[in-house]
C-alpha cells in the first residue's frame, strides 16, 4: 500500500481539488467507501478515503469528528447534485479538525477513483510478492555463496530495509548487516536475558521507531536478530526462509566437522601407530615436525575439551577417549596447551619428535599420565617426573597428613627457632655436620641441640635411615 491522498489528488483525469487538511493528505489510502448516511463510522475501518455527496449530511462538527475516530483519511465531497458546493460548516469543520477535505467533480465518478486505489492496491501487492519471491531466490542462492551466514544477513536486512544480526550461542556476533547494526547487540542480549532467560523462544519489541525481534535458530543454538521500521506478513515469510536456510546450513556445517573429525582422529591415529603414510593419505593437514603427543585429563567432559582443543590449537590431531584426549601437535603449541587447560584439566606432554618417533613419544605420555591423577603443574613432563622421583607417587591426601603431623611439633617450636629449616639442610647435606652447620651458619654446638630438639620433639631417632627417610619425604610435601 503506497498511495497517499496526496498521490491520489495529483491524477488530472479526476479533477480532484484540496480545500482543507493539506498538510495531512500524505496519509496512505488503504480503501475507498461511497456512503450517503448521517454516520457512516461504523462501518469504516481505518485507512479509509470516504466518498459522498452529502445527501443525509448532519451537523457537520461531531460528522467530521466520529470519521476521525473511524480513522478515515478523508472525505472525498461530490458536488453538482446534493450541494452545488462543499457546505461552508463542513469546510470550517474539516479546517478545525486537521481532516482533509476534497472538492470532487460531477463529472468524475466514484466508481473511477475506487478502481483506481483498488488496481493500485493489486499493483502493489504484485510488486511486494514479486519482491518476496526475489528476496527468497537470492537467500536460497546464499547456501552456494563462501560466507553463508553473513549473505543471508546481508539479503534480508536490505530486503527489510533494516540491520539483521546472526548471534551464536554466546552471543558473539557471527555476521552483521549493515556494520553498525552492532550497537544493537547490547540492548538484545539484555531484552532476552529479562524475557527468557531459561529458554530460547521467539520475541519482539519496538524500539526508536522500529520493530526488533529475535528468533533462536534451530541446531546452530544462536539467534537470529532483525530490526525494520516497518514488519509485514511477507516480512515474516521471508525472516522464516531465513531461518530454515541458517538451521539447514547449520546441519551441513556440523556433519562436515563431523566428517573432519573423523578423518583427523584417523590421521592421529595413524601416526601414533607409526604409519605417517597413512596419515598423509587421509588428506588432513598434519602438524609439521617436529611434533608433540600429549595425554589430556580433565574434570570436565572430553568432548568439552576436544571442542576447546579444536578450536585454540586449529592444527591438533586428537583422538578423543571416554576421560582423556591424545593429542598431535606442533611443538610450539605446549602454551596454548597449557594456558587453555588451566582450570580445566593437566597434560602429560613429550618432547618434541620427528614423525617417526610418534609411537615412542605416545607410548611415553601413556605413562607419564599416572602422575595427573593428583594435583601438580598443568603440564607434566618426562623431566618433572624424573625430579620428582618417587615423591610424585606418594603425593596422595594422606600421606600428605601423614607429613603434616609428623612435622607439626616442629611447626610448633617454630617461633623460637627454625627447626624446619634445621632439618631441611641437616636432611640436604646428607647428615654430615660440618657442612651443615656451615650451610646454617651456626657452631656444631647449636646444630647437636637443634637435632637433639627435633629428636626430643618426633620422638624419633635420626641416626635411623627410616627416620631420615620419613622426615624427607615429609619435607618434600610439606607447602
Known amino acids: 500500500m503506497t498511495l ?5 489528488v495529483r491524477q488530472r483525469e479526476f479533477g480532484l481539488r484540496v480545500l482543507a487538511g493539506d498538510e495531512a493528505t500524505n496519509r496512505q489510502v488503504g480503501w475507498v467507501h461511497v456512503s450517503e448516511l448521517a454516520d457512516p463510522g461504523p462501518f469504516l475501518r481505518a485507512g479509509t478515503l470516504l466518498l459522498t455527496t452529502g445527501l443525509q449530511l448532519g451537523p457537520p462538527g461531531p460528522y467530521v469528528a466520529r470519521l476521525g475516530q473511524a480513522g478515515v483519511v478523508g472525505i472525498g465531497f461530490g458536488v453538482g447534485l446534493s ?3 462543499v457546505p461552508a460548516g463542513l469546510l470550517k469543520a474539516c479546517q478545525d479538525a486537521g481532516m482533509p477535505l476534497v472538492e470532487v467533480p460531477l463529472e468524475t465518478r466514484f466508481s473511477d477513483i475506487t478502481k483506481y486505489v483498488a488496481d493500485d492496491m493489486a499493483r502493489t501487492a ?3 510478492a514479486r519482491s518476496t519471491a526475489d528476496v527468497e531466490r537470492a537467500l536460497i542462492r546464499s547456501l552456494a555463496a563462501p560466507d553463508v551466514p553473513g549473505e543471508i544477513v546481508r539479503h534480508l536486512a536490505r530486503w527489510l530495509n533494516g ?7 554466546d552471543f558473539r556476533t557471527v555476521a552483521a548487516a549493515p556494520a553498525k547494526a552492532r550497537r544493537e547487540l547490547k540492548r538484545v542480549k539484555a531484552e532476552v536475558d529479562r524475557v527468557s532467560p531459561a529458554g530460547r523462544f521467539s520475541l519482539s519489541w519496538s524500539a526508536d521507531k522500529a520493530q526488533v525481534s529475535v528468533h533462536p535458530v534451530d541446531h546452530l543454538g544462536g539467534y537470529l536478530a532483525v530490526g525494520t521500521p516497518k514488519l509485514t506478513t511477507d516480512g515474516h515469510s521471508v525472516i522464516g526462509m531465513a531461518l530454515s536456510l541458517l538451521a539447514f546450513q547449520g546441519d551441513q556445517v556440523t556433519a562436515v566437522r563431523r566428517v573432519e573429525r573423523s578423518l583427523r582422529a584417523a590421521a592421529a591415529k595413524f601416526l601414533i601407530h607409526g604409519l605417517s603414510e597413512d596419515a598423509l593419505g587421509t588428506g588432513v593437514v598434519l602438524p609439521k615436525p617436529p611434533v608433540r603427543v600429549a595425554v589430556v585429563r580433565s574434570d570436565v567432559a572430553s568432548a ?11 592444527d591438533a590431531l586428537f583422538v578423543q577417549g571416554s576421560d582423556y584426549l591424545l593429542c598431535v601437535f606442533e611443538r610450539h603449541g605446549v602454551r596454548q596447551l597449557a594456558d587453555l587447560l588451566d582450570g580445566r584439566g593437566r597434560a602429560a606432554v613429550s618432547e618434541a619428535v620427528a614423525w617417526e618417533k610418534v609411537p615412542d613419544a605416545a607410548a611415553e605420555v601413556v605413562k607419564l599420565s599416572g602422575a595427573l591423577l593428583g594435583t601438580g603443574p598443568v603440564i607434566v613432563t618426562k623431566a618433572d617426573v624424573v625430579d620428582q622421583g618417587l615423591v610424585s607417587h606418594v603425593n596422595t591426601p594422606e600421606v600428605r597428613a601423614y607429613a603434616d603431623a609428623l612435622l607439626a611439633p616442629l611447626r610448633a617450636y617454630e617461633s623460637t627457632v627454625d627447626l624446619i629449616g634445621t632439618l631441611r639442610t641437616f636432611l640436604a647435606c646428607d647428615g654430615n655436620w660440618g657442612e651443615s652447620s656451615a650451610r646454617l651458619e651456626i657452631h656444631r654446638h647449636t646444630l647437636r641441640y637443634r637435632l637433639r630438639k627435633i629428636e626430643e620433639l618426633t620422638g624419633r631417632s635420626l641416626e635411623a635411615t627410616s627416620t631420615r627417610a620419613e622426615l624427607w619425604v615429609a619435607l618434600q610435601l610439606y607447602k
Open 4 to 8: 497517499t491522498l496526496a498521490a491520489l
Open 304 to 314: 568439552d575439551v576436544a571442542a576447546v582443543v579444536e578450536r585454540e590449537i586449529p
Open 163 to 169: 540491520w539483521a544480526m546472526l548471534l551464536d550461542q
Open 126 to 128: 504484485v510488486r511486494a
Open 83 to 85: 450541494h452545488k458546493a
